[in-house]
């Protein structure tokens, strides 16, 4: 499974420290070397300044050598560097700190600011120690800390390239720590800075769409930790990736993310057929997230496939039941390999199940259940279960039955009338011709023009 493995591609575009866990994920299910995967976090590590942690690396890969000394050195640099910006930046802390200055501080930065330089002196100048130290403390690995210093600044700051590195530091931070709420807040946030424009530090009059491709393409990636641990994270990351501008920026320059895209839309699949019988909303993103994934996989499979895709493909492109539940077979060990997906695993196989038995009993009317348990790789007694939960579940069961002495599903379908038929193909005719009309009229010149067209 080392060929399905995406650490190298997702590694080049992220944080040094959100690199770790993927790292140690690698020598738990030793696809590589351990090794080599030691040699890689020692790398990582000795640029930072967490030095117990790469000297302790270094003794594991190098047993027979001696520790080098630029790491005492730099740890003594380390220690006075932290006591500097301590102090900088406590000086901050006490005067915002102060419940007369929090009861004072306004919405407006820029009214905070001035009222913090005419009473306590404080400039903005000043106020950036709370950023270098909150930096600093990232360094080593105290995330909690930092998290707590990059907000501070961030609420007084009006630096803008600044907001948006602390951004960038805080979420990594309660991605680091766990702080899956806080983490989506900082997502959103982060997203709507990046859909707003790109920092004027990485801009060039010529370039600025390149850097904001730039800048979504890490994001992107950042956001795989939060989509694959928030409770609804599976469905954000669907209506996220598949807007017009993240789905470009995955088709442009990470065409792997569709692993995530296509095992998102496979773990919602179930829950958004049964969503009509409970409580629980379900966006129509979700519900034709399928169809709208396997266009993407049909597109872009020259780019990139792997046995998660391929089984969407052979599913609904090829309609070949056999090969989709080889693919299945093969995608059962990607997942499980996978540092974001692993936890899914037994919900992807059965959401994976139920799309194929959902594909498969729309085309046959008589339905072998001893058949369907080998598609869907289990053994009779397991299908059979498993057939009937599923027709309990799900809206199968006022079609499908069960007759258990020839140990098959009968499966009636109503005829679907014909002015339904037309409904459902024009429903969203009327929002598609406005939103034509306002394109040319934009284009052009022209008023808008509104055409409606109603059904009966």
């Not at 982060?190 to 424009?197: F, Q, S, T, V, W």
């Not at 789905?247 to 958004?272: D, E, F, G, H, V």
Request: hydrophobic share 40%.
């Amino acid at each position: 499974m080392a060929e399905h493995d995406l650490s190298k591609k997702i590694i080049p575009h992220l944080d040094r420290h959100l690199s770790f866990p993927l790292l140690a994920h690698l020598a738990e299910t030793n696809l590589f070397p351990v090794e080599e995967v030691q040699i890689a976090q020692y790398e990582l590590a000795k640029k930072t300044n967490m030095f117990d942690y790469a000297v302790s690396l270094f003794e594991q890969i190098y047993p027979d050598q001696e520790v080098p000394a630029e790491f005492d050195e730099k740890r003594q640099n380390a220690v006075s560097t932290h006591e500097r910006l301590q102090q900088e930046a406590q000086a901050v802390l006490d005067v915002i700190e102060n419940p007369d200055v929090a009861q004072a501080l306004r919405q407006d930065k820029n009214q905070n600011l001035q009222y913090l330089k005419d009473n306590y002196n404080l400039t903005l100048d000043q106020i950036t120690a709370l950023y270098n130290f909150g930096q600093f403390q990232y360094s080593y690995g105290n995330y909690s800390g930092a998290a707590d210093y990059l907000y501070h600044f961030r609420v007084l700051s009006t630096d803008t390239d600044l907001n948006t590195s602390a951004l960038w530091g805080k979420l990594a931070s309660d991605i680091l720590t766990g702080s899956w709420d806080r983490a989506l807040e900082e997502l959103d946030t982060l997203r709507e800075a990046i859909d707003a424009r790109p920092p004027t530090s990485l801009l060039t009059s010529s370039e600025p769409a390149l850097v904001q491709l730039h800048s979504r393409t890490w994001f992107v990636h950042w956001s795989l930790f939060v989509y694959f641990n928030h409770p609804q994270g599976r469905t954000l990351l669907l209506e996220t990736f598949l807007s017009p501008t993240y789905l470009n920026t995955i088709q442009t320059s990470c065409p792997w993310i569709l692993r995530y895209l296509a095992a998102a839309a496979i773990l919602s699949r179930k829950s958004s057929s049964a969503a009509p019988n409970t409580q629980t909303p379900v966006s129509t993103r979700v519900r034709t997230a399928i169809r709208e994934v396997v266009k993407v996989i049909q597109t872009e499979e020259y780019q990139y496939h792997d046995p998660v895709t391929d089984f969407l493909k052979e599913l609904y492109v090829e309609f070949d039941f056999e090969k989709a539940q080889r693919e299945l077979g093969e995608a059962e060990k990607v997942v499980g390999d996978d540092f974001f997906l692993g936890e899914f695993r037994e919900e992807f196989l059965d959401n994976a199940r139920y799309l194929i038995s959902e594909a498969y009993c729309q085309i046959h009317q008589k339905i072998d259940i001893g058949d369907l348990s080998e598609r869907l790789n289990l053994s009779p007694d397991e299908g059979e279960k498993w057939i009937v939960n599923l027709i309990r579940e799900t809206r199968m069961g006022a079609d499908a039955k069960i007759d258990l002495e020839k140990n098959v599903i009968e499966i009636t379908r109503p005829a679907q009338p014909v002015y339904q038929t037309v409904i459902e193909k024009t429903r969203g005719l009327a929002l598609r011709t406005q939103a034509l009309g306002a394109a040319v009229s934009r284009r052009g010149g022209a008023p808008e023009v509104g055409i409606t067209v109603a059904v009966k």
